[in-house]
Structure formats: C-alpha cells, structure tokens
C-alpha cells in the first residue's frame, strides 16, 4: 500500500506541474493577445466601383482602422487587413497606403494636447491607418441577404456601455442584389460603389455643452442616402455587442436620461454630455436606387467623454440668406435646428454666408479662434475650386468673406458659400427609374481651440437640385421654306436642354392657329 500511495503522488506531482506549464502558456497568450490588440478602437469597411479606364467594372475595397495610441497602448494592427466575405472569389486581402495618422484632436496649448505617446492610455489619443485592395472582379447576383464583406479582430478597450462579454470587433459591410426591370444585374461589370465617410471621427469630447457632429457620408452614384444606429457587433458577423444597464444601440451616450437626437437624412446626432467615460457606437449608412436598398455601410467607433476639461462652449453658427438668390430655410424640430435646406432647378446658382462668433477667452486671456472645416462630395479642391476636386464640376467653392483672409479668425469668423448649379448636377440611372432629383449634403464645422478637446458647432445644409421645367421651343423666328424638288424645310428655335433624358423631337401638324395640332412624326 506504501508503495501505491508514493506512485499516486508521484502522478499527482507530474499532472500538477504539467497544468501548471500549460496555465503559463495560456496565461502568457492571453497576455500577447491583449498586448497586441487591446487596444483596437473600430473602423469602416467601404469600396468603388471604377466605371472608367483599364479596370472598368472592376471594384477596389477601402478599410480604415482606427486604435488608441497612449503611451502603455500596443503599436500593433494587421497589415494586410483581410476581409472574409461570402461573395465569389473568397477573402479580400487589403495592404496598409501611406503612413499612420495621429487623428487626435489638436488645442491652442501644446502641453495639454492629446496626442500619440504624448498621454497615457484612455485619454483619446488616436491613430488612423488606411488599407485598400487591388482590382477585384465579383461575378454573380447577391443573395438577397448581400454580399458581407467582414473584418473581425481583438479586442475593444474598456468601454463604459459594454458587457464585458462585448470584447471583441466586427467590421461589417453588405453589397445587395439590384433589378432593373425585375432583372437581378450581375455584378459584373460593377454598377455600384457604397457611401463613403467625409468627416473623420471626433475621439474626444468635453462634457458641459450640448454637442452635434454629422459623419457625413456621400455616394458617388448619388443615390438616396439613410443614416440609422445599429449594432456594434463582436466576435463574429451577426453577434451583436451587449449594453450596460442605461444604454442602448439607438442610445449609446449619456444625455441626462434623455435620448440622443439622430437625423437620418443628414446623420447628425446631437446630445449632451452627462457622465465620462468611453461609450461605444455604431452607424449604418444604407444607398437606395430605385426604391432598393443596394449597400450598407456601418461605421463603429467609440467615443471619449471627459469631465475634466473646464467651462467651455461651442462657437454659435449662422446661415445668413443673400438677397436674390434662393433662400436655406432652417429645419426645426423641438427647437433645435436640425439642418437647413433649399430646392434649386439646375442652372440656378447657391449663395450663402456662414457667419461664427466666440467670444470666450483662453486661460492666457487672448481670444479663442474659430476655425472652419467643412465636408461635402461637391467640394472643390482647394475649397476655391470651382473646377476640380468635387463630383460633378462645377464644385461648390468656399472662401473667407472679406476683408477676412483666412479660414481661421478670432472672434469673428465669416465664410462665402458659392455654387453655381446646371444639369451635371442631376443624376439619372440607366433605366426608367432615375429621378430627376438629386441631394447634396454639406457638413459646414466650426471649431475653437480649447484644450484638450476643442467645441465644434456643425450647420449641415442640404441643396436639392431639381430638374428645370420644360419649356416651348422659340418659334419667334421659325419659317418653312420650299425646295426646289417640292419638298419642305422648316426652322426653329432650339429649346433648352433641361437635363431631362432626351428622345426625339415631337412634330405637331395643324391646319390653323385656331384648331388642335396633331403629332405626326418624331426626329
């Protein structure tokens, strides 16, 4: 019994320090894991379609990650980025383009600006890097639940309104099946890029005023354009995350109880701050043509609230109207404006004035600037630029208002809006649906420079531009002249091209001023 008493320790002594051994191991990848990519903050999934050149009908996919970059914070993100995907051709591998971009919000004093390895974790520090495919053929017909195209990787960092449960991401973005006619189209050649996101996430703001930012997404195709909250998801396509008590999908940031103020047609949320902490959002952008849903997009990232920042409010920001040309009309709802808007027919020309006023002193008792950012798939480049830059020239231009020179001032900030519309500006499908209708959103931001996170007032304005009415053709100067063989020649004035889709001209016969004509022929 001796005997078999010592050989059963001695087993014992061995599975223990084979557990042991094996619990190290598991303890240090666990560690890596965490060391790696703990500190992932989220991203969005976006792609083109090239209707030109030698990739014609080809698409290019876009990845844009974001992680926290404070000091303790781990330097590591994938490179490639590959994207699982149930679409023929399997995964799509996407390389890093460029450098990482520090993406932290900038202040007046450089000793209290945020930025990477210049703060300790948790502060808002934050790195961009962008990631793109080469040109890729998909053939086929999306299912009718779209082609997904995912990335999945580890981990979120704390955040306040997740489970921990909520650890991990998924990146997600949806390509759906699309009729003409009720024809599905093959996706070869392509005939559909997805929104994409003009305005940069903000990482970081201060508690004590109410808050407003649009992502401001834009489609190339100019299809209608909808905004709704959604899941941010986890460790895989279709896990949603789960919310802390007090929080949800539709609502994820402290606003007093209240519920955040979402627009869906321009984006903009608008809150106020009232508790710190690192709160977790997600946005899906949906592109509808012809009354289907052709692509979805979804931005995930959190957002950074800090109580710590002192008093401190946005600059205020007007539209001023200018006679003669059409009038924005502010959009209110409970008293707050929402966006403003006007309905132009193209060939009509845009002008506005965007007047910003802060009147807030630093701590070194020198005014703070105003700074004016804007965004917008119509913009020039440079914001000048009538000819160049935007989607359809002639682009929208801004510039300071005189005597003003800079798109920064003290104090007093003005800014010229000008857009001189005509009938590149109305978009029609090939097929019969095109409307001949197209909206145009402008996320005009201004900022001031307080540390550590600046106040930014957003004015979103919306421009319809609409198709001219059709009018008669100018028969002033019309004649009808007879040739030599018999035959009969008539002249008239060429009506304006409208932008509608052109068929044929209508030839209308009538024996007197006074009775019905009658179409008799088409040219």
């Not at 539709?250 to 955040?260: E, L």
Request: net charge negative; charged share 10%; proline share 8%.
């Amino acid at each position: 019994m001796r005997h078999v008493s010592q050989s059963v320790t001695f087993d014992i002594g061995i599975k223990t320090r084979i557990v042991k051994h094996v619990f190290r191991i598991f303890a240090f990848l666990l560690f890596a894991q965490s060391a790696l990519a703990s500190h992932y903050l989220g991203g969005e999934i976006t792609w083109r379609c090239f209707d030109s050149g030698p990739n014609a009908g080809k698409y290019k996919f876009y990845v844009i990650l974001y992680r926290e970059c404070g000091t303790g914070a781990s330097t590591f993100l994938p490179n490639p980025v590959v994207l699982s995907t149930n679409a023929p051709g399997g995964s799509i591998s996407c390389a890093q383009v460029g450098s990482a971009t520090d993406v932290s919000p900038n202040c007046w004093d450089g000793t209290q600006e945020i930025n990477c390895n210049g703060v300790t974790s948790g502060q808002g520090a934050v790195e961009e890097r962008r990631y793109e495919s080469g040109y890729i053929t998909l053939s086929g017909v999306p299912p009718a639940g779209g082609w997904y195209f995912t990335f999945t990787d580890c981990c979120r960092p704390s955040i306040t309104n997740l489970t921990s449960s909520s650890s991990s991401y998924t990146l997600r973005a949806y390509m759906f099946p699309y009729s003409i006619n009720g024809v599905p189209q093959n996706a070869n050649p392509c005939y559909d890029s997805s929104p994409r996101f003009l305005e940069p996430p903000r990482s970081v703001i201060c508690s004590g005023y109410e808050y407003t930012y649009a992502h401001n997404a834009f489609d190339d195709d100019l299809d209608s354009v909808v905004y709704n909250w959604a899941y941010p998801q986890t460790t895989n396509n279709g896990t949603n995350a789960s919310f802390t008590t007090g929080y949800a999908f539709n609502n994820p940031f402290p606003n007093g109880g209240n519920t955040v103020s979402f627009n869906q047609q321009t984006g903009a949320m608008t809150f106020n701050p009232s508790a710190g902490g690192s709160f977790a959002s997600c946005v899906e952008v949906s592109a509808y043509r012809c009354n289907q849903k052709i692509a979805s997009v979804y931005r995930d990232i959190p957002v950074i609230i800090r109580t710590d920042c002192g008093y401190n409010t946005p600059p205020t920001v007007q539209i001023n109207n200018i006679p003669n040309y059409p009038a924005l009309t502010p959009v209110v709802a409970s008293g707050d404006t929402l966006y403003w808007e006007t309905t132009v027919y193209a060939g009509q020309q845009v002008k506005f004035d965007l007047v910003s006023q802060d009147a807030q002193l630093l701590p070194n008792f020198l005014p703070q600037t105003i700074e004016f950012s804007p965004s917008g798939g119509q913009l020039g480049v440079p914001l000048n630029n009538p000819n160049s830059g935007c989607l359809n020239p002639p682009c929208a231009t801004v510039n300071p208002k005189s005597p003003q020179t800079s798109f920064t001032s003290t104090l007093n900030n003005e800014i010229s809006f000008d857009w001189m519309t005509n009938c590149n500006h109305i978009s029609y499908q090939n097929n019969s649906c095109g409307n001949p209708t197209n909206r145009y959103v402008f996320a005009l931001r201004m900022q001031d420079n307080f540390c550590v996170a600046p106040a930014i007032r957003v004015a979103s304005v919306v421009i319809n531009v609409v198709s001219t009415i059709p009018v008669p053709p100018d028969l002033s100067q019309a004649c009808v002249s007879q040739e030599p063989g018999g035959g009969l020649t008539v002249d008239w004035g060429t009506p304006l091209d409208t932008g509608m889709n052109f068929d044929a001209y209508v030839i209308f016969r009538g024996s007197s001023p006074t009775v019905p004509f009658v179409a008799i022929d088409t040219i």
